[in-house]
């Protein structure tokens, strides 16, 4: 069965403690609470970017909804809005890029 994912994928800060810190303390927590549907949220910290000098991101964040009509009916909620703005906030190395994915899942 397909399920969904939001994406949020955050440039590099302009300051990457205080984002670090914002990120961790207020909006990790808000998507939490806020977000509703949602059964799995994956943080990564990019650490490098294969034949790069500097990675174009600086974090991305999965979101995972059962299904892509769960997801939307996220985004469209109080809760949704608000933690996609806070999100907007945040980021003070430019406007996280906002994606929504099918997903298909292999385990091996």
Do not use: W
């Amino acid at each position: 069965m397909k399920t969904a994912k939001l994406i949020v994928m955050y440039p590099t800060p302009a300051d990457v403690e205080i984002f670090e810190q914002r990120y961790a303390q207020e909006h990790v927590p808000m998507a939490v609470e806020k977000l509703a549907g949602k059964t799995r949220f994956v943080a990564s910290l990019i650490m490098a970017s294969l034949g790069q000098e500097q990675a174009p991101f600086h974090r991305i964040a999965e979101v995972y909804f059962p299904s892509m009509q769960d997801l939307e009916a996220c985004l469209n909620s109080p809760g949704g809005q608000e933690t996609a703005q806070h999100a907007v906030d945040i980021s003070t190395g430019g406007a996280p890029l906002f994606l929504t994915a099918e997903v298909e899942s292999f385990d091996f």
